[in-house]
C-alpha cells in the first residue's frame, strides 16, 4: 500500500504542477520556487512529516521536500544554537543535496549537447 499512496501523491504534486504550468503565466522556475515554499510551509505546519511516514519516498523525492528539509534544517539548528543556528542547521543538512545537483548537473551537462 506504501507504493500506491507514494505513486498518488507523486501524481497529485506533478499534476498541480502541470495545471498551475498550463494555466497561468508562471515559469517552471517560478513552479519549482512555489513548489519548495510549500513545502516548507506545509513543514511549518506540521503535516509533511505525515506524508513521509505515510508515502515515503513519494513525498521525499519531491522538490517540496526541499522546502522541508531546508525548514526542518533550520529549527532544528535554531534550537540546539539559537539566532546563527538557523543557518547552520540549513547548511549542513541541505549541502549533501546541493552538491550532488551540481555534480550530476556538470555530468550531464558534458555527456549531453543542447540543441539550437
Do not use: R
Not at 68 to 93: N, W
Amino acid at each position: 500500500m506504501n507504493y500506491v499512496y507514494a505513486f498518488l501523491f507523486s501524481g497529485i504534486v506533478c499534476a498541480l504542477g502541470q495545471i498551475i504550468l498550463d494555466n497561468t503565466k508562471l515559469t517552471p522556475g517560478h513552479i519549482t520556487s512555489l513548489f519548495t515554499v510549500a513545502g516548507a510551509l506545509l513543514s511549518f505546519l506540521g503535516c509533511y512529516d505525515y506524508f513521509v511516514a505515510q508515502c515515503g519516498a513519494g513525498a521525499t523525492l519531491l522538490i517540496s521536500n526541499f522546502g522541508h528539509m531546508l525548514y526542518s534544517a533550520a529549527y532544528q539548528g535554531y534550537l540546539e544554537e539559537g539566532i546563527l543556528g538557523i543557518f547552520s542547521g540549513m547548511f549542513t543538512k541541505s549541502s549533501l543535496a546541493i552538491t550532488a545537483v551540481i555534480i550530476f548537473s556538470f555530468i550531464f551537462a558534458i555527456i549531453f549537447k543542447p540543441k539550437d
